[in-house]
């Protein structure tokens, strides 16, 4: 069932407000979210505690606790720094109508600071947005990276720490530095183009092992023929080539070095196993 419409003014109605006022607890404290006049219909919004304390005259301490309630039932998320609320489960319980609906959505959202919480919550919307052709410019289109931790004593009413950047792997750090700025040798682009490839296979990640080799270093010459015998085998025709294995690891492993057991033979068109490989 979706979040019922009722008018915001009622908080601020003369009649309303001369009415006893209602005690603070966390389903007073949730009512009030969903029918305050800061709330948006997309699920977040601009909202501060002493807005919420003028508005209800609830004290700070009732009105923490309530929160307490809200946050440890996962109905509610706040920063208290931005100033920002958002309904956890908004994005299942209310949908724009209207392509108008949803670009109106997404210049509220732009108009929000782009902190975690904005950031996760238009990544739950983004689905939303998508059907009427709406996508979400980022970084609010953008997951954050890393998950940011959350310390013992975390409360979902503070900021989140800042999440650390990562540290690259070494192997990221040689392939970078391998790729960056750097053609490939026209001895590579040679193997590359004569290797088999079934569009999984990373270039950069082959040319990293390319430029490894050890010495003795073979001739492309030899490559080329070691990779053209090896086309031929069993292994390499069997299932439109699922077991071809990746540019990388062939030449990582110096394969056109191995060479194939009696039932994995290069063979002719005919079926007849061809000699072995020379000069290899």
């Known amino acids: 069932m979706g979040y019922n419409r009722i008018d915001p003014r009622l908080w601020e109605s003369g009649s309303f407000i001369r009415l006893s006022r209602v005690p603070c607890s966390g389903q007073s404290l949730w009512l009030f979210l969903l029918t305050c006049p800061q709330r948006h219909s997309s699920g ?9 304390e003028d508005t209800t005259g609830w004290e700070r ?5 309530a929160f307490g309630e809200l946050f440890a039932e996962r109905m509610v998320e706040a920063d208290w720094e931005a100033n920002i609320v958002r309904f956890v489960n908004a994005a299942n319980h209310y949908a724009p109508d209207n392509r108008n609906v949803a670009f109106a959505w997404v210049k509220y959202l732009i108009s929000l600071p782009a902190v975690p919480i904005v950031i996760t919550h238009s990544i739950q919307l ?29 409360s979902p009413s503070l900021p989140l720490p800042p999440s650390p950047s ?30 088999p490839k079934n569009g999984t296979e990373s270039k950069a990640d082959a040319w990293v092992e390319w430029k490894a080799i050890k010495v003795p270093r073979p001739s492309l010459d030899v490559i080329l023929q070691a990779l053209k015998s090896q086309q031929q085998t069993r292994q390499w025709i069997e299932d439109n080539g699922k077991y071809i294995p990746h540019p990388k690891k062939w030449v990582k492993g110096r394969l056109w070095e191995s060479r194939p057991s009696p039932d994995n033979q290069p063979r002719s068109q005919s079926g007849l196993a061809l000699p072995p490989l020379t000069g290899v």
């Open 44 to 52: 977040i919004f601009r909202l501060g505690r002493g807005t919420i």
């Open 61 to 65: 301490k009732p009105l923490g606790k």
């Open 126 to 154: 983004k689905p939303l947005l998508e059907r009427f052709g709406i996508p979400l410019p980022e970084p609010l289109g953008k997951p954050i990276p890393e998950p940011i931790p959350k310390p013992v004593g975390y």
């Open 166 to 195: 990562p540290s690259p792997s070494p192997e990221d750090s040689l392939k970078a530095r391998a790729t960056a700025g750097v053609s490939y040798s026209d001895d590579f682009e040679t193997f590359w183009k004569a290797y």
